[in-house]
Protein backbone atom coordinates (compact mmCIF):
# COMPACT_ATOMS: atom_id res chain seq x y z
CA UNK A 1 0.00 0.00 0.00
CA UNK A 2 2.91 2.26 0.37
CA UNK A 3 3.51 2.66 -2.69
CA UNK A 4 0.33 3.16 -4.19
CA UNK A 5 -0.11 5.96 -1.55
CA UNK A 6 3.07 7.74 -2.68
CA UNK A 7 1.78 7.34 -6.46
CA UNK A 8 -1.21 8.69 -4.92
CA UNK A 9 0.66 11.89 -3.06
CA UNK A 10 3.24 12.64 -6.07
CA UNK A 11 0.41 13.00 -8.56
CA UNK A 12 -1.76 15.65 -6.79
CA UNK A 13 -1.15 19.14 -7.09
CA UNK A 14 1.35 20.85 -5.30
CA UNK A 15 0.23 23.86 -2.80
CA UNK A 16 -3.01 21.93 -2.24
CA UNK A 17 -5.42 20.41 -0.16
CA UNK A 18 -6.62 16.93 -0.86
CA UNK A 19 -8.44 14.27 0.31
CA UNK A 20 -7.57 10.42 -0.13
CA UNK A 21 -9.83 7.47 0.02
CA UNK A 22 -9.60 5.87 3.60
CA UNK A 23 -7.85 3.08 2.57
CA UNK A 24 -5.26 6.41 1.30
CA UNK A 25 -4.89 4.38 -2.43
CA UNK A 26 -7.55 6.89 -4.30
CA UNK A 27 -7.51 10.68 -4.88
CA UNK A 28 -11.02 11.93 -4.05
CA UNK A 29 -10.80 15.50 -4.03
CA UNK A 30 -8.90 18.50 -4.49
CA UNK A 31 -9.16 22.14 -3.52
CA UNK A 32 -7.62 25.35 -2.46
CA UNK A 33 -8.80 25.07 1.18
CA UNK A 34 -9.66 22.10 3.91
CA UNK A 35 -13.24 23.44 4.05
CA UNK A 36 -13.20 23.00 0.17
CA UNK A 37 -11.53 19.44 -0.01
CA UNK A 38 -13.83 17.86 2.99
CA UNK A 39 -17.03 19.59 1.12
CA UNK A 40 -16.29 17.55 -2.66
CA UNK A 41 -15.09 14.73 -0.20
CA UNK A 42 -18.74 14.54 1.48
CA UNK A 43 -20.65 15.29 -1.88
CA UNK A 44 -18.26 12.42 -3.26
CA UNK A 45 -19.80 10.02 -0.80
CA UNK A 46 -16.63 9.67 0.98
CA UNK A 47 -17.08 10.35 5.30
CA UNK A 48 -13.78 9.68 6.55
CA UNK A 49 -11.23 10.71 4.07
CA UNK A 50 -7.42 10.85 4.60
CA UNK A 51 -6.94 14.84 4.05
CA UNK A 52 -3.52 16.24 3.22
CA UNK A 53 -1.91 19.94 2.59
CA UNK A 54 0.60 18.94 0.04
CA UNK A 55 4.06 20.35 -0.13
CA UNK A 56 4.52 23.82 -2.26
CA UNK A 57 7.78 21.55 -3.27
CA UNK A 58 8.29 18.11 -2.87
CA UNK A 59 11.62 17.49 -1.19
CA UNK A 60 14.10 14.85 -1.55
CA UNK A 61 14.23 12.76 2.02
CA UNK A 62 17.52 10.65 3.36
CA UNK A 63 16.57 8.26 5.99
Do not use: C, H, Q
Not at 4 to 19: N, Q, T
Not at 30 to 35: A, H, I, P, Q, R
Amino acid sequence: MNDLRFEVLKSAPLDSWIALSEDETTLIAVGNSYEDVVKKSESAGVSDPVLVKTPKKWMPISV
